[in-house]
């Protein structure tokens, strides 16, 4: 697994220069796009198309080859493999036939942004790329509006106003984003602001809306985190009071909130006054 560029050529390590020129073969998410970087650095290897639409076929014959022998590194368009990035299936499949993995380190957009964005907090969500569809994005968006941490998104140049657009009808005005475009290219460029100014910010230069993006998001303060088992036993109050059983609504406040099931159940048994027999008798399945 070796990571090339984002950008700048001159981030190819030395370690992962000399991999690539001593291998059988390199794995490629485009082969036209990698063949430029080879040639930069005079590297003459066998490049062979290994992508979304082809990996699960593509890694079965890489596989064989590998057990002949065969010594292969996999890249993508650009940073680390399997990031947001095909790679995972043929990883997962080298495991499961015993064959070393090894990581050759280096650039990625995921950490480059993180580390220039100035937002400590942890844990670090990365979503990568959002759907395209704008009800399946915001939907994504609406399950994460309460998450602590530091939110983490890929997104490309014609969708980034749809997708700040989301984010400002869907989280505090207030919460900090941070834009990173371009990360090591000539026109790279990091903005940090509030969301109620971003829109206005991306209005006012058309440039700003070109390149590839880091969205980075500001996660949820302590305030806004809900438990989903503090939430689930108020949903299943509620629901107790209805004809429901104690099954039933804990089986409904557990899909509403998240909570797991069979605490909120045991939970009623013990805490709810009414007890199973005035809501109902069925039993828990």
Known sequence: ????????????????????????LIAAEDTRHSSGLLQ??????????????????????LISQLKAGKRIALISDAGTPAISDPGSRLVALAHLHEIPVIVIP??????AAVSVAGLSALPVHFYGFLPPKAKA????????????????FYE???????????????FPSERTLVLCRELTKRFESVHRCSLAEVQAWLAGDTDRVRGEFVVILEG???????????????VLEILSASSLSISEAA???????????????????????????????????
């Open 251 to 285: 089986r409904a406040a557990a899909k509403i909130t998240g909570a797991n099931r069979s605490d909120l159940y045991n939970w009623a048994l013990q805490n709810l006054e009414s007890g199973e027999d005035s809501i109902g008798s069925n039993s828990e399945d």
């Open 220 to 234: 949820a303060p302590d305030r806004e985190r809900i438990d989903p088992l503090i939430e689930g036993r108020r």
């Open 156 to 170: 490309a140049p014609h969708r980034i106003e749809e997708m700040v657009g989301d984010l400002v009808s869907l």
């Open 137 to 152: 994005r915001r939907q994504v968006l609406e399950g994460l509006s309460h998450t602590s941490g530091t939110l983490v």
């Open 1 to 24: 697994m070796v990571a090339t560029p984002i950008g700048n050529l001159s981030d190819l390590s030395p370690r992962a220069r000399a991999i690539l020129a001593e291998v059988d």
């Open 40 to 61: 930069h650095f005079g590297i003459h290897a066998q490049l062979l198309a290994l992508h979304e639409h082809n990996e699960a076929q593509q890694s079965v014959q």
């Open 106 to 111: 280096g650039p990625s957009a995921l950490t």
